[in-house]
Antibody, heavy 119, light 110 residues
Framework: EVQLVQSEAEVKKPGESLKISCKGS????????IGWVRQMPGRGLEWMGI????????RYSPSFQGQVTISADKSIRTAYLQWSSLKASDTAMYYC????????????WGQGTLVTVSS | QSALTQPASVSGSPGQSITISCTGS?????????VSWYQQHPGKAPKLMIH???NRPSGVSNRFSGSKSGNAASLTISGLQAEDEADYYC??????????FGTGTKVTVL
């Protein structure tokens, strides 16, 4: 059974750094694209970016390029989403997603990690 | 890369059929047969309902169907049921090798 298990909720202050994680199991981690989707409170879904753990090929939405970093450690089957300096506007639910058929759509979703940024 | 355009809300009575539209451009919806649809109930993670315009994943009711014409795609829910009340998002692969979501549609069962 494919599972994407995300790290717990985080509460941070503006300007702090953060790295959240997503551990994949039940499939060949290096063979499928894994990525991140943002959902701000009461808002819609936003596609952030994806990575192919096999060769670390990474693609970002123009809206998130330079704002976050997506990475993966294939030795521990884990993908990451990180910020170097958080803003209040980063407050959102972040979903880890996986596309079994390529970078075209997401078959599998994690449970979500709520990030709250507040002074 | 602008979000795909969806109506903010669609409603219908139980048993009726409703259709949600999703309008993009030749760089996304019109250029690829990689339109997908997701259902999201409040407080839950989204669920894939349709992929590659018309394909239903295993376990998804055949009351859900998809189509595409030019730069616009549609999701039709037939035999509307109370459990179908949720938010629905379309998504498309793009010429940049990324994806873009739609603005989202709230479906209300009257």
């Amino acid at each position: 059974e494919v599972q994407l298990v995300q790290s717990e909720a985080e509460v941070k202050k503006p300007g702090e750094s953060l790295k959240i994680s997503c551990k994949g199991s039940g499939y060949s981690f290096t063979s499928y694209w894994i990525g991140w989707v943002r959902q701000m409170p009461g808002r819609g879904l936003e596609w952030m970016g994806i990575i192919y753990p096999g060769d670390s090929d990474t693609r970002y939405s123009p809206s998130f390029q330079g704002q976050v970093t997506i990475s993966a450690d294939k030795s521990i089957r884990t993908a990451y989403l990180q910020w170097s300096s958080l803003k209040a506007s980063d407050t959102a639910m972040y979903y880890c997603v996986m596309g079994a058929a390529g970078p075209y759509y997401f078959d599998y979703w994690g449970q979500g990690t709520l990030v709250t940024v507040s002074s | 890369q602008s979000a795909l355009t969806q109506p903010a809300s669609v409603s219908g009575s139980p048993g009726q059929s409703i259709t949600i539209s999703c309008t993009g451009s030749s760089s996304d919806v019109g250029g690829y047969n990689y339109v997908s649809w997701y259902q999201q109930h409040p407080g839950k993670a989204p669920k894939l309902m349709i992929h590659e315009v018309t394909n239903r994943p295993s376990g998804v009711s055949n009351r859900f169907s998809g189509s595409k014409s030019g730069n616009a795609a549609s999701l039709t829910i037939s035999g509307l049921q109370a459990e179908d009340e949720a938010d629905y998002y379309c998504s498309s692969y793009t010429s940049s090798g990324t994806q873009v979501f739609g603005t989202g549609t709230k479906v209300t069962v009257l």
